[in-house]
């Protein structure tokens, strides 16, 4: 087994390793992260989640895979290119709940200025996440593309809400590299989402019964992203872990619920593979 793809835990980089043969068939991937890290939120009354303890799991079969909360099949496979169906839950509900398999996994290395219709001036009053309606789980589904060059990784996904729950769409572009700098195993990763209006007024919109100003939209947006992920063996299965994730929502913060207009991932502790 290629040694980069058996040590790396990014989704993109195993479903791309996968096509030429280098992530071997029908076997589980077990792994867990102990440390200290925290994703924070950036929304008005929302917890930071301190991150402890953190699984890895992952299984991949002929066709099939299971990556760490994504489920997909490799329909179309080169080797410089990935054709692949999957499906996984929305990862915006994170910020309105503690138990969200994007907290759970949260160290994928794998997802702004505004393109909203309109700027809504009404956000001078600061909503608390407490006081409104919960937002539901969605499941969504689509394709995702994958070019391997080298060490380069450049992947294309189109995802839509399957579950009715938001009924819009987001979509990505991204490029990851792996580098070793003698033992030190970098991965990073720059990406952009493109989100619908139905995402973001469904997640960080208001309805009329949740704000004295009426109902609030947030319209489309761009949201721009940055992760690096290193990692230092320390004997066979065994190493020390790093990573550091930003999430750019100034393409949303017109929204009264957003405190910040990011959020980061920040992890360091151990890593093994079992």
């Known amino acids: 087994m290629n040694q980069v793809c058996a040590e790396d835990s990014t989704r993109t ?6 096509a030429s043969q ?4 029908n076997k589980w991937y077990l792994g867990v992260n102990t440390g200290v890290g925290v994703i924070t939120n950036p929304l008005h009354g929302g917890k930071n989640l301190p991150l402890i303890l953190l699984p890895e799991i992952a299984y991949y079969g002929e066709k099939w895979f299971f990556d760490n909360g994504r489920l997909g099949y490799a329909f179309h496979e080169t080797s410089s290119h990935v054709f692949n169906v999957v499906a996984e839950f929305n990862p915006e509900t994170r910020f309105f709940i503690d138990f969200h398999p994007s907290n759970v996994f949260a160290l994928q290395t794998s997802s702004s200025f505004v393109n909203s219709t309109e700027k809504n001036e009404l956000n001078a009053e600061r909503i608390s996440v407490n006081d409104i309606s919960k937002r539901r789980w969605a499941l969504d589904a689509g394709l995702s ?3 391997i060059h080298n060490n380069h990784i450049f992947s294309l996904q189109a995802l839509a809400d399957v579950s009715n729950v938001y009924k819009g769409t987001r979509s990505a572009v991204q490029w990851q590299t792996h580098q070793q700098i003698g033992q030190l195993e970098l991965t990073p990763s720059l990406g952009v989402w493109y989100k619908s209006a139905k995402l973001n007024d469904y997640f960080y919109g208001l309805s009329a019964k949740e704000t ?11 949201q721009p992203y940055a992760k690096i ?7 066979e299965g065994n ?3 790093f990573h550091l994730a930003y999430y750019d929502y100034s393409g949303v913060d017109d929204s009264p619920l957003f405190e910040h207009t990011y959020s980061m991932t920040a992890f360091i502790g151990f890593n093994h593979i079992f």
Do not use: F, N, Q, T
């Open 212 to 222: 004295s100003d009426g109902k609030i939209g947030v319209g489309s947006s761009w």
């Open 229 to 235: 992920d290193a990692r230092w063996p320390l004997s």
């Open 22 to 25: 280098e992530v071997e068939a």
């Open 145 to 147: 593309y994958h070019y």
């Open 13 to 18: 980089e195993r479903e791309s390793c996968s």
């Open 239 to 241: 190493s020390l872990r």
